[in-house]
T-cell receptor
């Protein structure tokens, strides 16, 4: 499986935008880019995914580089509740493919 | 979406004993996944469990240590056998609903072995 590289931790101020980077230089053409997050004492939850085009949903936006070797998860206005570990995962998307978690980025949000 | 219930939510067990963790899903799913999260670490896949067949284990995990049952499309169990303090972790159940879809996770079972 292609690997992803993320910073270990990031800090943000509340109500400011947050840009979480992810490098995936060995991504294949069939790999989707997924983001999950894990709030304290909870299981991971889905945030967003994309293939080539930028994606928006109610939680976040995903910006994908034109060469697909990197992507950025954008939280438009961080809240204290967004403090979590964010995982960038490459996955081929079908039901049989389990998720392979890397180290993730621990996001700290300051009031 | 899918709602996953795991039991127990936490337990403290004596070394040498076994613990069975239950995972109940509110919809029928073909594949269920069991993960381990050691303290301060990321998630590691233990095995994939299909209904009606033997579970498929990842490198470093064996059936004798982590036997899995999958009796129907909504339920699975993971047993942690002959426990040692190194087995102290959070164990999580996960499902995908099929086709092209996100994964859903249970809240996890926090196991402490003393």
């Amino acid at each position: 499986d292609a690997k992803t590289t993320q910073p270990n931790s990031m800090e943000s101020n509340e109500e400011e935008p947050v840009h979480l980077p992810c490098n995936h230089s060995t991504i294949s053409g069939t790999d989707y880019i997924h983001w999950y997050r894990q709030l304290p004492s909870q299981g991971p939850e889905y945030v967003i995914h994309g293939l080539t085009s930028n994606v928006n949903n109610r939680m976040a936006s995903l910006a994908i580089a034109e060469d697909r070797k990197s992507s950025t998860l954008i939280l438009h206005r961080a809240t204290l509740r967004d403090a979590a570990v964010y995982y960038c995962i490459l996955n081929k998307g079908n039901a049989g493919n389990m998720l392979t978690f890397g180290g993730g980025t621990r996001l700290m949000v300051k009031p | 979406s899918a709602v996953i219930s795991q039991k127990p939510s936490r337990d403290i067990c004596q070394r040498g004993t076994s613990l069975t963790i239950q995972c109940q899903v509110d919809s029928q799913v073909t594949m269920m996944f069991w993960y381990r999260q050691q303290p301060g670490q990321s998630l590691t896949l233990i095995a994939t469990a299909n209904q009606g067949s033997e579970a498929t284990y990842e490198s470093g995990f064996v059936i004798d240590k982590f036997p899995i049952s999958r009796p129907n499309l909504t339920f699975s169990t993971l047993t942690v056998s002959n426990m040692s303090p190194e087995d102290s972790s959070i164990y999580l159940c996960s499902v995908k609903l099929g086709g092209w879809t996100e994964a859903f996770f249970g809240q996890g079972t926090r196991l402490t072995v003393v």
